[in-house]
């Protein structure tokens, strides 16, 4: 059965590949570093299942000192001139196109073609894991028909990876260390903390209070955690459940269903949701690393203001 | 009460803007000494949760393929495809792309967008391309607003539609945690009261787009006759 572990070997070996391209670049001046970080970030990636959880605690911890510490300076130099590029993109047409839409149009096949196929009973593919598997098999795949269309260098692949990863940089790690952190949380206990607090200090025995507690509460924890799934557990269990359904009688339901889309409004909103606000900052070469957030807050808030509106007027009524 | 230090150290953190890596590690090691555990359980709690979430990073797979493609000139063939559409401007080609985004989503065609494969090397560049064809050359300052402006439609675009679907992470989230406390409610019934929210999204953020057009026109001042309806409306 192919799992997650065949993915975790293939990204390994990607990251290995970028920390040795770093490695080699000796004009680099923080060559070592890059190649430092990279390294010890594939070992996670090759190795992590196997080794001790206190093992893997040091190397991220190894990880963070590189690029705190030590810095990981800027990004790759570009391979091609922009005039390359230009007589290319005239060259190859539309056609370019082509592995890239393969990407999404084969992981969408996979997700729900590989599910059901079995092999001596057994199921190919982890049932659990169909998405992530396919977005990689999807992958291979838009890289083989682009590497045959192109004839480009065996090398380019890892060369452009490292390009785009370096420019990337330590944000490319965050949005995981952010899970860890969140786990933390857990393990701590944080969650239960916040929704006491709340239960202590705001006057809950207007409806309308309590909705507006629920959703704004669903929000800024969100903000907190960066991602609504941790908070809605906590707030729901603290607030929505005894007060919005217990108390004053709402659907469980519609209560649900809003307040989880109240929770999307913190995220928009927060840099704690590293891979939808600071990783693309990264990716698009902005200076600012919370211009896309910025963008987002009016949407963020004029809708947690819409959702309010809505569980207000339609929990209490079906 | 001790507990919530993590959280003060990232706020501060965050809002002071240190090292992003180094906050976040430091407020786990405070949250986990101030929930009780020693400093070796702390950080192999740490280890264990960084190694159990490694399927985050799976959206940098791509980057080979969209490194490949776009050094034979990707970005540039989007950009010209989108000067040849006419009625092609910046928050048309993002409305458009947020409708999409939203109604694949909705139908569980949540992998159909994403930053790594659609935005950089398509979306963006396409955004930008049309504000190139319509005001000439555009300043640096724009350029980044455009691009976040991008990265902003893919992200309200997935949040604002995959709860419309019934076999999405969040609504079996929902369900499950309903379950437990003995309520049981359908899937559908959740996706059913997920669409209000995505209608007000759509209007809110296409409301948006217009204005940013607007801004856009005004600030770098249309050609004659683009900015203003053909036909004589």
Known sequence: ?318 | MLTLLGVLVVVVGFALRLDALLVVTVAGIVTGLAGGLDLHDVIAAFGKAFTLNRYVAIVWFVLPVIGLLERSGLKERARDLIARIHAATTGRVLMAYLALRQITASMGLTSLGGQAQMVRPLLAPMAEGAAETRYGDVPEKTRYLIRANAAAVDNVGVFFGEDIFIAIGSILLIKGFLQQNGIDVAPTTLAKWSVPTAVAAFVVHAVRLVLFDRRLNRELGGRPGDAAPRGGR
């Open chain 1, 1 to 318: 059965m192919i799992g997650l572990e065949a993915v975790y070997v293939l990204m390994g070996l990607m990251v290995a590949g970028i920390a040795i391209v770093n490695f080699a670049d000796r004009p680099d001046r923080k060559r070592l570093n890059k190649a430092a970080f990279w390294g010890i970030y594939a070992v996670t990636f090759l190795f992590g299942t196997h080794l001790p959880d206190f093992v893997n605690g040091l190397l991220v911890i190894g990880m963070v000192l590189v690029s705190s510490i030590g810095g990981l300076g800027r990004g790759g130099p570009e391979s091609a001139t922009r005039e390359e590029r230009e007589a290319s993109a005239r060259r190859w047409g539309s056609r370019l196109f082509l592995p890239a839409l393969l990407i999404p149009a084969v992981t969408v096949a996979g997700t729900f073609g590989l599910g059901d196929v079995r092999v001596h009973g057994v199921p190919l593919v982890d049932p659990s894991q169909v998405t992530v598997i396919s977005l990689a098999l999807a992958t291979l795949v838009a890289l083989a028909v682009g590497m045959v269309m192109l004839r480009a260098p065996v090398r380019a692949p890892i060369v452009e990876a490292r390009r785009l990863m370096d420019s990337v940089g330590w944000a490319a790690v965050l949005p995981q260390m952010l899970a860890a952190l969140g786990a933390l949380f857990a393990l701590a206990g944080v969650g239960h903390v916040v929704s006491t607090l709340v239960n202590e200090w705001i006057p809950l025995d207007r409806a309308i209070v309590v909705v507006i507690t629920y959703a704004v509460g669903m929000a800024l924890f969100t903000i907190v955690m960066g991602n609504a799934f941790a908070a809605f557990p906590v707030m729901t269990a603290g607030i929505g459940l005894p007060l919005i359904v217990g108390k004053f009688g709402g659907d469980p339901a519609i209560m649900a269903a809003i307040g989880m889309l109240s929770g999307y409004c913190g995220t928009l909103m927060t840099p704690m949701a590293a891979n939808f606000n600071i990783v693309p900052a990264a990716l698009l070469e902005l200076p600012d690393q919370n211009a896309v957030i910025k963008v987002q807050i009016p949407t963020g808030i004029v809708l947690l203001a819409v959702n309010i509106a809505l569980m207000y007027f339609l929990v209490f009524r079906y």
